[in-house]
C-alpha cells in the first residue's frame, strides 16, 4: 500500500542554520508529492509540491526535489528563521479524482533565535 | 483565497454524547475530507465526499459518520462520542486533481 515515512522528530535548530528533514515514500504508480506546514494554533497549508519525478518544488526559500530512484522527497531549506517553527508533514496523492491524501507522521520543527 | 471554516475551535462533549462538527468551504470545491490528527500519527483520513449527498469512508470511519447536503457544507457526526475520539479534526476542500487541498484551522475535541 501508499505509505510515508518521516524523520523523528523534534528538530531544534538555531537561526541560519540549514535544515533537512528527511521523507521517504511507497507507492504504486505515480504519486504526486507535497509538503505541508502547520504552524501553531492553525491548519495545514500547502508549502510545495512536486507532479514527477526529477521536479522540483519550491517555496519561501524551502525547496524538495522528488528522486524516484531513491523514492524520497527530502525538504531542505539553506538558513532557517525563527518563524518557520512549526509542524511539517509530508504527503503523497493516492491518486483519483478526488486527491486523497497519505500523509506522513509530522516532523515538529523549533528555531531558536 | 479560499476560506474553510470550522464551526468551533474547542469542544468539550461528554461520553455518549452525540457531536457534530460542521465545515464549510467558500470556493465551490467538489471534494470535501475530514482527518484527525494525533500526535506521531499525522493526519488520518476518516470519511470524504466527492459531491453533495456522496460519500467514501476513509481509513478510520469507525464510530463516524458524515452528512453533505450542500457542497458548501460537509459534517462530521460522532453517534456516541468516547474517550478514544479525543483529538484535533481538520477539515480539508479541493477541486478535481491535481490541485491542493485547503485546511481548516480544526477542532480540537475533549471527550470526558
Known amino acids: 500500500g501508499n505509505s510515508v515515512t518521516q524523520m523523528e522528530g523534534p528538530v531544534t535548530l538555531s537561526e541560519e542554520a540549514f535544515l533537512t528533514i528527511n521523507c521517504t515514500y511507497t507507492?504504486?504508480?505515480?504519486?504526486?508529492l507535497f509538503w505541508y506546514v502547520q504552524y501553531p494554533g492553525e491548519g495545514l497549508q500547502l508549502l510545495l509540491k512536486a507532479t514527477k519525478a526529477d521536479d522540483k518544488g519550491s517555496n519561501k526559500g524551502f525547496e524538495a526535489t522528488y528522486r524516484k530512484e531513491t523514492t524520497s522527497f527530502h525538504l531542505e531549506k539553506g538558513s532557517v528563521q525563527v518563524s518557520d517553527s512549526a509542524v511539517y508533514f509530508c504527503a503523497l496523492s493516492r491518486g483519483g479524482g478526488a486527491q486523497k491524501l497519505v500523509f506522513g507522521q509530522g516532523t515538529r520543527l523549533t528555531i531558536n533565535p | 483565497d479560499v476560506k474553510v471554516t470550522q464551526s468551533s475551535r474547542y469542544l468539550v462533549k461528554r461520553t455518549g454524547e452525540k457531536v457534530f462538527l460542521e465545515c464549510v468551504q467558500d470556493m465551490d470545491h467538489e471534494n470535501m475530507f475530514w482527518y484527525r490528527q494525533d500526535p506521531g500519527l499525522g493526519l488520518r483520513l476518516i470519511y470524504f465526499?466527492?459531491?453533495?449527498?456522496?460519500?467514501e469512508k476513509g481509513d478510520i470511519p469507525e464510530g463516524y459518520s458524515v452528512s453533505r447536503e450542500k457542497k458548501e457544507r460537509f459534517s462530521l457526526i460522532l453517534e456516541s462520542a468516547s474517550t478514544n475520539q479525543t483529538s484535533m479534526y481538520l477539515c480539508?476542500?479541493?477541486?478535481?486533481?491535481?490541485?491542493?487541498?485547503?485546511f481548516g484551522p480544526g477542532t480540537r475535541l475533549t471527550v470526558t
Open positions: 480539508a476542500s479541493t477541486r478535481q486533481a491535481p490541485y491542493e487541498q485547503y
Open positions: 465526499s466527492y459531491d453533495v449527498k456522496m460519500k
Open positions: 507507492a504504486t504508480g505515480y504519486p504526486s
